[in-house]
């Protein structure tokens, strides 16, 4: 087997596999930005309500949430090479399943070949560079690993309205192909052929009912088109399944994820407040571009270009997070700042046309900056004790909630959305206008219900770990 201590990687090819990872990252990223703004004109395509266009967003997200718990286990068994090649032909097979469907259920179904492509580019990547750069540069090369998460949202909107106003709504995922062969070919190049020293054992039943849990709550806050006492008995069936997960794990001698991990206060506050803060905000990126097209009249590339505030805000506040969690401590910053995140989502429950555009601006400035700054401490919270032996677990468990949030937060607001459409009506855009309305005021007080999570940290706990990067990816 190799190993980075018996084969060191030289500094060019290390510096070319640090590129690599970063354009997997980047392809993932974009991909996750790109579509929203396209939605409008896929549905209009399709013959289906842009309203409803939600199972596209969730697809993916939840295909990414069920198999990061598996992903660590899959490098071990297979290599980081294979892997990795893997992981990139599946995400530009989806991406042309994706351009080539022609129903929504096809198109669901490709995006769930491009989401299980999508899950292994970043997890697979981190564990290479984990495994072959040196302990003293690994904070340096995560963090330049991660700045292709910052630029595919920043471009990702206006890129996807750009593509769906002068070409086709196709393009989004076809331009996916061509970085996808040059990423297999570098792949072959540069990427090492690491596997575990030692393989452990997988736990294939406790991943069965996390996943199945995972994929049945979220649909069932999506409906599916299923009555109501459909979706009571697939939510009751996702809930026992996760709970019987956690009773299993107990008594499990290598469970996915040991019980003791929430033995730690702020890994287990921080992640049922990632949870639940994501479950409304991560909503945004999919509700406001539809907001602007459908309710505002805006063209494609209006509404993505209207989508750069938040990402630009989101990148300044960056550089104040530290200092204001270091002065205030996390339980003050995540209290105050979660109750500003709802509070900003639900002023755009007061957005109309004819409202002067400095005004939404602001808005979306405001919302990027706070948004920024609940992810930056929710995830350095959350991570911030966790040792050695358990930070591999703990960043995986991290990663598995940010995406099922992602895919809940979705398909709860699409959910909601559809609600208050059959109170408020489809027929004009004033009355999508009314639905968007209640839908942005409802998801914003769900947000804001998430701080009493963040009011039981220590109050004494301020600075962030200084070798503890945040998160790549999620914010």
């Known amino acids: 087997m190799t190993t980075p201590e018996a084969e060191p990687a030289d500094q060019p090819v290390r510096r070319s596999l640090l590129w690599l990872v970063a354009v997997g990252f980047f392809m993932q990223t974009l991909d996750a930005t790109i579509i929203n703004t396209a939605l409008p004109a896929m549905a209009a395509s399709l013959g289906e309500s842009p309203l409803r266009m939600q199972s596209v967003v969730v697809a993916y997200a939840l295909t990414m949430a069920m198999l990061i ?11 980081t090479r294979r892997i990795f090649f893997s992981a990139i032909v599946l995400f530009a097979l989806g991406s042309v399943l994706c351009a080539l469907s022609h129903s929504l259920g096809q198109l669901v179904a490709a995006r769930v070949v491009q989401g299980l492509g999508g899950a292994l580019l970043l997890p697979v990547g981190r564990l290479s560079l984990l495994r072959t750069v040196p302990r003293g540069e690994f904070l340096q090369a995560m963090s330049f690993v991660a700045i292709p998460g910052l630029i595919g949202p920043l471009l990702g909107p206006t890129l996807g309205g750009w593509l769906v106003q002068y070409a086709s709504w196709h393009w989004i995922f076809l331009i996916n192909v061509p970085v996808g062969l040059a990423g297999c070919i570098a792949t072959l190049k540069y990427m090492p052929d690491l596997r575990g020293a030692a393989l452990k054992r997988f736990d294939s039943v406790g ?14 806050l999506d409906g599916v088109g299923l009555r109501q006492g459909g979706v009571m008995v697939v939510l009751i069936f996702g809930f026992a399944s996760i709970a019987g997960y956690w009773l299993r794990a107990a008594r499990t001698p290598e469970p996915l994820f040991a019980p003791s991990l929430f033995h730690v206060p702020t ?52 550089r104040f997070a530290t200092p204001l969690i270091t002065r205030h401590g996390y339980r003050k910053v995540l209290v105050v700042n979660t109750i500003l995140v709802g509070c900003t989502m639900a002023s755009f429950g007061l957005t109309a046309p004819g409202q002067p555009m400095a005004l939404h601006v602001l808005q979306l400035l405001a919302f990027g900056a706070v948004n920024s700054l609940q992810f930056t401490a929710m995830n350095t919270i959350t991570l911030k004790d ?32 559809a609600g208050y459409n059959g109170v408020f009506g489809t027929d004009t855009p004033a009355h999508t206008l009314d639905a968007f309305q209640a839908t942005f005021a409802t998801m914003g007080l769900i947000t804001i219900a998430s701080a009493l999570i963040f009011w039981h940290l220590p109050s004494e706990v301020r600075a962030p770990h200084p070798a503890q990067p945040e998160v790549s990816g999620q914010g």
């Open 69 to 79: 718990p598996a992903s660590g286990w899959i490098a071990d068994r297979f290599g």
């Open 207 to 220: 991943y069965a009912m996390l996943a199945f849990g995972m994929v049945a709550i979220s649909l069932a």
């Open 386 to 417: 966790m040792d050695g032996s358990t930070a591999s677990s703990g960043n995986s468990l991290l990663s598995m909630v940010q995406m099922l949030a992602m895919s809940m937060g979705v398909a709860a607001a699409g959910a909601v959305l």
């Open 267 to 318: 890994l287990s506050i921080g992640l049922i407040g990632n949870l639940f803060s994501r479950l409304g905000s991560s909503c945004m990126p999919f509700l406001v571009p539809l907001l602007l097209q459908v309710s505002m009249g805006y063209s494609p590339v209006h509404a993505g270009l209207m989508m750069l505030p938040i990402a630009l805000a989101g990148m300044a506040m960056k």
